[in-house]
């Protein structure tokens, strides 16, 4: 009877309000801020969330063991243990050697690029947007620009560094965080640098209608 309740333990699907409150128990959160990178593939970590588990949801334990696996593989359940622990900013060794950040980060030219060709694209989506009598003649490219500003913030936000995020939330209280966190849930291609890159492909398709318009295509 006991292996027969064991095996049906291991088929326990855990909820995402579970995987929470074992990636913000003060013991996880403490051995994943010691392993740093790729912290939930530590053996070490994972021992730790299963331990929780047994606290916490005892009758999940055996799920837990290979939950976690799962979860090591997962881009943004791995950005997520991250943040829960305090590691997205966080600096390590007396080198100065940065932990791994929220998201898949590219390299430093490329995210720079990304950075100033989003700015700029959120500008134009501005200047667009002002002539609010451009609605009526032009009421689908008007529409274009509204979701460009947005897809252009949402750009800014995954290439800027980690602490100017907090800078921005802390001084404007503007819940950018929740924000990431919803996108890193929903569209988790955002968290790949390949992912990225092709919705910054779509973003630029999106402004050859404009272009159009105003005869840059010509």
């Not at 955002?190 to 402004?207: A, D, P």
Request: with cysteine; glycine share 8%.
């Amino acid at each position: 009877m006991a292996t027969g309740g064991r095996g049906r333990g291991q088929h326990k699907e855990m909820t995402d309000e579970m995987q929470d409150k074992l990636l913000k128990d003060p013991r996880v959160q403490a051995s994943i801020k010691q392993a740093g990178t790729d912290a939930l593939s530590d053996p070490a970590v994972q021992k730790m969330i299963v331990d929780a588990c047994q606290e916490h949801f005892p009758e999940y334990a055996e799920a837990a063991k290979n939950k976690v696996k799962d979860w090591a593989k997962d881009p943004a359940v791995q950005a997520k243990a991250k943040k829960y622990a305090g590691v997205a900013l966080a600096f390590v060794g007396s080198a100065g050697d940065q932990v791994l950040k929220q998201i898949e980060q590219g390299p430093t030219g490329v995210r720079l690029l990304a950075f100033l060709g989003s700015t700029a694209s959120a500008v134009n989506a501005v200047l667009s947007l002002i002539n609010i009598f451009r609605v009526f003649g032009h009421a689908i490219l008007y529409m274009v620009s509204v979701y460009q500003f947005i897809f252009s913030v949402t750009t800014v936000l995954f290439e800027m560094k980690p602490e100017w995020v907090t800078s921005i939330e802390d001084k404007l209280h503007i819940p950018v965080s929740k924000y990431q966190d919803m996108l890193l849930d929903n569209a988790k291609f955002l968290s790949l640098v390949g992912g990225r890159g092709m919705f910054y492909i779509f973003q630029g398709t999106l402004w050859l209608p404009l272009a159009a318009l105003f005869g840059f295509l010509d």
